[in-house]
Nanobody, 119 residues
Framework: QVQLVESGGGSVQSGGSLRLSCAAS????????MNWYRQAPGKQRVLVAT???????NYVDSVTGRFTITRDAAKNTMYLQMDDLKPEDTAIYYC?????????????WGQGTPVTVSS
């Protein structure tokens, strides 16, 4: 069973930085993508950043150039470096891993970590 634990959320002023971490326990060797999602109050959860098992990264337009997703395979940990934060980045941030189990992709989620950006 895979478990994901996020950390690093908090409150910052506009223009500040935070680094989120997502530590995975269990066997994630067959993961296809690792992702960060966020859910703002009253809104749906949306994909923010992705890193594939080949190291390819993708970002939603609103964070491109400000956020960086990385992975430390030795530590089984994924990170989201968030710079130049804006009030609209305020949300609960969730990490997600998609793992290929035989022929099925299975999603695992962390519990979320809150980020609040004040103007």
């Amino acid at each position: 069973q895979v478990q994901l634990v996020e950390s690093g959320g908090g409150s910052v002023q506009s223009g500040g930085s935070l680094r989120l971490s997502c530590a995975a326990s269990g066997d994630i060797r067959t993961f296809t993508t690792m992702n960060w999602y966020r859910q703002a109050p009253g809104k749906q959860r949306v994909l923010v950043a992705t890193i594939t098992n080949r190291g390819t990264t993708n970002y939603v337009d609103s964070v491109t150039g400000r956020f960086t997703i990385t992975r430390d395979a030795a530590k089984n940990t994924m990170y989201l470096q968030m710079d130049d934060l804006k009030p609209e980045d305020t949300a609960i941030y969730y990490c997600n891993v998609q793992i290929l189990l035989v022929v099925q992709l299975v999603d695992f989620w962390g519990q979320g970590t809150p980020v609040t950006v004040s103007s």
